[in-house]
């Protein structure tokens, strides 16, 4: 008899929504760093307006950091397959991701260790791709998961990758790398309209309208296409959905209208997408009518709504596989053992507590608006 007091089932259902969380934890608290690099070189005209934008981000962004570290770390420990598989076959992609995050710290660091300004404008630059290439490679991969991944297990579950990088470039994925673009930038935009003032904040809520527009309108546009010509994968038939994991234990088979087959058993789902909706007409009203707390509050929603809306639309698959339907991997047979899920679920009842307490008490420290006067009095500005 097992002495753990929670099922595998339940395990793993418990470690998918985790991992929603984190992803969704990363993207509304890291999506305000990468946001504020992607609109650095256009909301800042000034070398004053452009440290001003560092100091709104540079104090918190390696907290912020810790949800992606937390994501990274849940998917190897609780989805060791789908780590595997993934880190192996984007391989380029997770490379120009990891370079790209690590301009920021550079740049954070080198830029004002020299007054040149053409100095000061390459690391401007540079921080700009290190908020842009994350923001649409992330879209990138997730719209590659509604088309699905081109890999195949083999009679050991090694998994072989047989795409390329350009592979992943296809007009559907485009479609959800630019509106993860224009969903981080809008939160971006918002925090830097609710906590800067004059022309920083006012160039901030008019290209942030436009994010939220671009968001709204590439959500509506995915969706379509999702609902109406991308076929999406259904389980016909699983040998043993509660035991050990067995990727190649069931049968899968690529159906119209696949993806939709969730909102049809499950309606409450809708809730999903009408909070991605509701949140950024939330967003763009707080930025047009200049209250910054709406504002922030509606991308937040927004983002919330949109990958709750990817989690919920794929499940129970989290790497569906486009030349072995049979070998994607889902909730039920990609998870590590019920022990190693159970002792981790413990670990985290204990640490996550504490990463959000900390995370509101540094906020809380470093809340108010960051202006040229505030940096003046404070000696350890960027």
Sequence with gaps: ??????????????WWALLGILLIGFSIMGGMDLGIGTLLPFVARTDEERRVLLNLSGPTWEGNQVWLVLGGGAIFAAWPAIYAASFSGFYIAMIAILLALILRPVGFKFRGKVSDPRWRRVWDWALFVGGFVPSLVFGVAVGNLFLGVPFRLDETMRASYEGNFFGLLTPFALVTGLMSLCMLTTQGATIIAARTEGTVSDRARTLGKWSAIGTLALFLLGGAIVLFFLPGYRVMSIQNAFGPSNPLGKTVELVAGGWSDNYTRMPWMIVAPSLAIVGSV????????????????????AIFGIISTAGLSLFPFLMPSSIAPDASFTVWDSSSSQMTLFIMLCATVVFLPIVLAYTAWVFWVMRGNVTT??????????
């Design 1 to 14: 008899m097992s002495t753990i007091p929670l099922d595998y089932e339940t395990l793993r259902l418990i």
């Design 282 to 301: 939330l967003a763009y009203l707080g930025l047009e009518l200049r209250t910054r707390r709406i504002g922030l509050f509606g991308s937040s929603i």
């Design 373 to 382: 006067t505030s940096l003046n009095r404070n000696p350890n500005a960027y």
